[in-house]
């Protein structure tokens, strides 16, 4: 039916193809999306990213492959694949991918 999630809960899944890579843009895919927090899975092309915002609740960002520069506050982090961090709520944050870079974002809503 159109508009409906597939339920991956009870499957093994492969980080890396949770989200595919597209030409010039990023993609996102929510994996988990309850009241408590939501998990997405995001693959962004070489040069791609997401503009300085804000949320209100701490995020994780676990690299997944490839590499990016992930601003908090103004200051700028690399991280790469195996890497994590964690992006404090209400501080502005941007994303820019410094090659092809998959990542999985997780929020945990208080």
Same mark, same amino acid.
């Given at each position: 039916? &159109? #508009?409906?999630?597939?339920?991956? /809960? %009870? ?7 949770? +989200? &595919?890579?597209?030409? #010039? &843009?990023?993609? *996102? /895919? ?7 927090? @939501?998990?997405? &899975? ?20 676990? %690299? ?8 908090? %506050? ?22 820019? +991918?410094? *090659? !092809?870079? !998959?990542?999985?974002? @997780?929020?945990?809503?208080?």
């Amino acid at each position: 039916m &159109a #508009g409906e999630r597939e339920d991956l /809960r %009870g499957k093994v899944l492969e980080l890396k193809g949770l +989200a &595919a890579f597209q030409e #010039g &843009a990023v993609a *996102s /895919r929510t994996v988990v999306l309850k009241k408590a927090g @939501t998990i997405t &899975a995001f693959a962004f092309d070489a040069g791609e990213g997401l503009p300085e915002h804000t949320a209100p609740f701490d995020a994780i960002v676990q %690299g997944l492959e490839g590499e990016a520069e992930i601003t908090i %506050g103004g200051k700028p982090l690399h991280l790469t694949e195996g890497q994590m961090v964690i992006m404090p709520a209400r501080v502005p944050h941007a994303v820019k +991918a410094l *090659s !092809r870079f !998959r990542m999985l974002l @997780t929020m945990i809503h208080e």
